[in-house]
């Protein structure tokens, strides 16, 4: 079946393009071109805000209880749930994530989402009654923004487009989705989902287009608030024009998070634990835990566990079940990795398995070799650096103030985890690793909970009620005169 497409999600219904430029979606792993649809032009962006602006000025959506809303997005779910495993399929196909991975994190997490954000949205408080200081009592109501512009990235396209979209929706506003150029096609289907689950015309739109028109959408003067995940530098950019115009903004950005392996941790099962929080979606992940640390004393043998385990992990096909690493979503990534491991040779780091060339038996794709490299000092760039790809530095630490001054010691604060076999020794660790969510032996990211960066990794949280929260005004009405 093609997965050619002709048309933008616009008000509704299938729009033409305002031009006749085109996306072509390249298999990371064969090459080929495996769909064209249509890029997105500031035109067609004006269009879909203006859809975007008329369904929240006039339209049922803003206007409806928010229990109205959340039947339309319980349906929704369910029809979801129906297409987990094309959706998977989809993600697979455009950027080559593992099928493992896909099937965990592209379309099962994304619906998780929506469930929780349903159970969150029934018990938030959307107008509430307090008792006041001046009158007896003060209403405190949560409204929606308006129109939302929701920039996910290519890395996890419907994870961050759903973590968006959906507690956006179940507050009232409306929404501009631009999808990454290199993933437009899961947003087709994501179209085809909402309409059938009877979110009016207009509520949703989707766009897929370039970082220009990116651009356009944040800066349009019909936007009203800009949720972006990518990259740190994208974010800064996004965050100067919101703030001289004064829109609302939450960022998810990068990271550089750091795995605190303390010498109490069971080895073998730590190593469990990284092959997959190291080097989920073949090291393309925000929360990626890409400094591995551990004590002087145990440094050798952290250094050869990792070796062994990241070697036996298989590399290749991304559709193949069995694969752990896949390739990389474009040249030009394939091409920055390759830059990173040739660049901390040169920094002085030790590579103690891959290095740069293809994997064995691989021969055209994007494909790096999942590298590890040994000897690194944290100040070198490989250990500062989004690297964004299956390549780990292994640091060495004094005791734990050490390691937590280390794991601090980074612009970015997106996650980390500690191993440890003491719990509440690995607890106080997370308490002072400054970074916005931690595990402990693990890293599950749990939908009830916020999810978000400090310093450098963003501004604002998704998922909990504090990830609906940012999707709204909040709006205090004084219904009585104080007595004076
Ligand atoms: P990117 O910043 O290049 O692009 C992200 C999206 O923003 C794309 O849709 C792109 O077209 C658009 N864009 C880029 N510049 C823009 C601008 N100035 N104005 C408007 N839109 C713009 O990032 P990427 O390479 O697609 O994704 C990888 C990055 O995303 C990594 O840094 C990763 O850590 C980050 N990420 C963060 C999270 C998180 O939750 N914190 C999750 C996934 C990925």
């Known amino acids: 079946m093609s997965l050619d497409r002709d048309a933008f999600f616009i008000d509704g219904g299938w729009a033409a ?42 339209g049922p959506w803003p206007r409806m209880s928010p229990e109205e809303r959340i039947e339309v997005i319980q349906a929704f779910s369910g029809l979801y749930a129906g297409k987990l495993a094309e959706m998977a399929d989809l993600i697979t196909t455009e950027m080559g994530a593992p099928t493992s991975f896909s099937n965990l994190a592209q379309s099962p997490a994304p619906w998780m989402q929506i469930e929780a954000f349903l159970g969150i949205a029934r018990a938030f408080p959307w107008e509430e009654r307090r008792p006041g200081v001046l009158g007896p009592e003060v209403v405190v109501r949560r409204e929606p923004i308006g129109v939302v512009a929701a920039i996910p990235p290519w890395n996890v396209p419907q994870f961050t487009t759903v973590s968006k979209v959906v507690p ?71 965050a100067a024009v919101c703030g001289e115009q004064l829109k609302r903004v939450s960022l998810e950005l990068g990271g550089k998070s750091a795995a605190i392996v303390l010498d109490d941790a069971d080895l073998a099962a730590t190593m469990e634990g990284l092959r997959f929080v190291a080097l989920m979606n073949s090291g393309q992940a925000c929360v990626a835990q890409t400094r591995i640390l ?21 590399v290749g096909d991304p559709a193949d079940p069995a694969t752990e690493v896949g390739p990389m979503v474009a040249q030009r990534q394939q091409e920055r990795v390759e830059k990173y491991i040739a660049l901390g040779q040169e920094e002085g780091a030790r590579v103690v398995v891959g290095g740069n060339g293809m994997p064995d038996g691989l021969d055209r794709g994007w494909y790096v070799r999942p590298t590890v490299f040994a000897d690194v000092d944290n100040r070198m760039r490989i250990a500062q650096e989004e690297i964004f790809g299956p390549v780990l530095s292994v640091i060495p630490y004094d005791d734990v103030d050490d390691a937590v001054r280390i794991a601090n010691d980074s612009d970015y604060g997106l996650a980390g985890t500690v191993w440890t076999a003491d719990a509440e020794a690995g607890l106080d660790v997370a308490r002072r690793v400054r970074a916005g969510t931690y595990g402990v032996n693990t890293y599950t990211m749990d939908f009830a909970a916020p999810f978000g960066g400090f310093k450098a990794s963003g501004i604002g949280r998704e998922f909990g009620p504090e990830g609906l929260g940012e999707y709204t005004e909040v709006k205090s009405i004084y219904p009585t005169a104080p007595a004076m």
């Open 294 to 314: 551990a004590s002087r004393a145990n440094y050798d043998a952290v250094v050869d566990a990792l070796a062994e385990t990241v070697a036996g992990m298989a």
């Open 17 to 58: 393009p305002a031009t006749s430029a085109t996306l072509q979606v390249v298999s990371p792993h064969s090459e080929q071109v495996v769909a064209t649809v249509p890029e997105g032009s500031p035109a067609d962006v004006d269009a879909a805000v203006a859809a975007a602006r008329r369904a929240f000025d006039e």
């Open 168 to 238: 956006a929706l179940l507050a009232g506003n409306t929404v501009v989705v631009k999808p990454a150029p290199e993933t437009p096609l899961d947003g087709y289907l994501l179209a085809e989902l909402l309409a059938e689950a009877g979110v009016p015309a207009g509520v949703v739109n989707i766009v897929a287009a370039g970082r220009e028109v990116g651009e356009h959408l944040v800066a349009h003067p019909g936007v009203d608030k800009v949720a972006f995940t990518g990259s740190t530098a994208a974010g800064r950019k996004i």
